[in-house]
């Protein structure tokens, strides 16, 4: 006796419940892998990336300020930078009150920001800062 062809029924609910119980664990593995891929690039770029503050002295004449840092660096502060003044007040721009166009000699000790910048093969220290 022949055993008669029987086509396979198909259980539609069963099966999407098979596709469905790893889509969400595989959304939760996408998202933390991209988290990570997110982080690790932040890290990469960041990671060269870093202020350094210090107490410097600093010469001021008429037009112009130049600091020397602990190193040996000379950096140009700009004549219109974010600094703080003796009470605590911030400036967003214009010249430091401590820092006036004296000509004088060495003013300080003055608290300087500033970075690294990289331009093109270029390199200078960038003040972002200055605490009178």
Known sequence: MS???VEPVL???RDLRVHHRW???GLVLV???MFVAVACAGFAVG???RVVTEEVSCLSAQGTISCVLHDGWYVSVPLRVAWTDA???RHEGGRP???PPSGRGWEGPVRLAWTYVEVDGTGWRQVLWVGC
């Open 97 to 99: 009150d401590c820092l």
């Open 3 to 5: 055993q008669p062809d």
């Open 31 to 33: 998202l933390v892998l």
């Open 87 to 89: 009470n605590g007040g």
């Open 47 to 49: 990671r060269s990336s």
């Open 11 to 13: 259980q539609p609910d």
């Open 23 to 25: 889509a969400l664990p």
